[in-house]
């Protein structure tokens, strides 16, 4: 069996395939196009049965979801982010803080629907296979939700942005959550105006897209592949691919 | 404008998001079906560059991919697991080690690809824009980049594995990884003979599915709505999407 008709064998049309690649290139962190239109039932429905067919280590399924849309609640979560942006802003330094304070960086109170997704860390137990050796697995696994989530919600034409810039400590009083329960994200999600065709830092300059070819090691940190022919194959069928993206696919 | 008129600008067809769906919902985390097929660079490159358009705190892209071929590496990397897994199975009791120890839990030498996904903690200085308040955020970047590489490689006809019963520290040493790089996710991969229709664990009585609708807290932790029809009418889209599944996809 050739490597060819492998492929030919998958249950993924074209399309179907270019779909999941589309989500992948076009997924946005939103903080500044949001639109008020309430998010349909159904819709959120969906973006949320997308969460929970993540991967969990154990099948633990350890994510909560925890729906905001009360303006006192967000308003109060918006003051946290407000003092630790204060904080996080004074950790640069010169043009780089200048940069920094003009950036929008949450969309707390636009979006319709915040969602703080949590991990339980005692869903299933004080030992779990898959974690007896890796202690996080299950926030990892929670962050998986996340990102399927993210991804049915741009199919969805639903922008999610994550706020990081928060106390989790004071997350936690505000939202109520137990000590066992970690708030592992929390997002602003709603429709949009429009999805950025860049990512907003590196249309702002604050960083670039590195070379997906310079990312790669072979079979030891550093390895270049002691001069194979497969690792330099490879490292041009890289850079083939992040070419092709340019136009917003990955083909 | 309706929600109705919002949903159908969206630029995915129906086809495109149902390829999301699908890949999403028929996902698995694979150790016991690995064909030895060679995977071609073009579809490795693609599937790496998923990986690389994940969200990242502060755009900083923390990840490298280690490439996995050798023989000898993969057969050190398993013999941390047999030490790992032995441990591990220690640590259930009766009946359920039992079932633990008949379960097949990585498919390290039959994959023809190993890949270990690392968060160069230091990629981006010491200062990080997001990272001030969650310094494990560069962490979870790095889980997203996983998630899109599992999705791709779903898309690809490529199985993937997560094998979390391993010593990091081990691992380091096995793989040369310096000390401020974290081995976040040490993967399998290749084409399989199959896909199974449920995960494993699932499949084996270690754990049902929860219910989602379960799952939701509306404004707080513990939050039923309030009784507002709102909450209600969520958890019944929520039932209907979850029951929609049972055929496979998201609708």
Redesign the interface.
Known sequence: ?T??S??E?????E?????????????R?VRGQFVA??????????V???A????S?????P????????PA?KARVHEDFTA?NA??AA??EDDRQAT?RR?K?EGIREAPLNLCV?CDRDR?GP?V??????P??D??ST??A???L???AR???LGVG?V?????DRLRDV????ER?VP??YLCLG?VSHFNTK?D??TAG??A??P?ED?????????DGDGRA?AA??R???R???AG?RNGV??
Chains 1, 2 share one sequence.
Request: glycine share 4%; hydrophobic share 50%; aromatic share 12%.
């Open positions: 069996m490597s060819q492998v492929r064998e998958t249950d993924f049309s399309e179907q395939r270019a779909g999941l690649y589309h989500a992948i290139v076009n997924r962190d239109d309430p998010v349909p039932d159904a819709v959120l429905a969906r949320l049965t997308a929970h067919f993540a991967p280590v154990g099948f633990m399924q994510w909560s979801f925890l729906l905001i849309s009360d609640v630790a904080e996080a950790m640069f920094y950036l960086l949590t299933a030992v296979l898959g974690r007896t050796h890796m996080t697995m926030l990892y962050v998986c996340v990102q399927n993210w991804l049915a199919a969805e034409g994550w990081s810039i928060l106390h989790p939202l109520e959550i137990p329960v592992v994200a429709y990512p830092l590196e604050w960083r897209r590195l997906l990312l790669l090691h072979f079979d030891r940190w550093g390895g497969e194959s490879l041009d069928a890289v083939k691919s992040m993206v990955i083909s």
